[in-house]
């Protein structure tokens, strides 16, 4: 059996993993060009676009998500009120404008549930929450690309 830190450290790689991939995707990048925009060898964008991370370390893949340009969010602590935050590619202002009372119901909502929560479906929830935030940024990008296409017609 994989001890909880094996299977975060696992997760968290994997994760971080799959972003670089889509954003990789996004931009319509083809491994040589992705290698070149994110400073690293053509066979380490194989891996990660082809999922073979077993060999490439978080911190490495970490970096490489940084000059992806992906934010980055790393939350400590036992509770989320308690909690010690670090966010990258944001600015102290812009964190606090992102906050919104949907924001805060769903942090004291999430703080009820953590309390009963096991280690790994605390992980779990983590990577959902990941993944439905990119959705909703991807929708949002969406929406204003839309928005100035309507306004470039005008």
């Known amino acids: 059996m994989v001890s909880s ?15 670089i991939a889509r954003r990789v995707k996004q931009l319509g990048l083809s491994q ?10 053509q066979p380490t964008v194989s891996k990660i676009v082809n999922g073979r991370i077993k060999d490439l370390s978080l911190e490495l893949l970490i970096r ?20 010690g935050v670090f966010r990258s590619g944001c600015s102290a202002r812009a964190l606090r404008a992102q906050t919104s ?10 703080a009820r ?10 992980l ?21 690309a839309e928005r100035t296409q309507r306004t470039t017609r005008s």
């Open 5 to 19: 830190d094996v299977s975060t450290i696992l997760a968290l790689r994997s994760d971080v993993a799959h972003q």
């Open 32 to 41: 040589l060009a992705a290698a070149r925009h994110l400073a690293i060898p």
């Open 64 to 83: 490489i998500a940084v000059r992806a340009g992906l934010a980055m969010t790393l939350q400590t602590g036992q509770v989320p009120e308690e909690a």
């Open 101 to 110: 009372a949907l924001n805060d119901k769903a942090r004291v909502t999430l």
């Open 113 to 122: 549930f953590e309390r009963d929560m096991t280690p790994t479906q605390k």
């Open 124 to 144: 779990q929830a983590f990577l959902e929450h990941n993944s439905l935030i990119e959705k909703l940024r991807a929708a949002g990008r969406t929406a204003d």
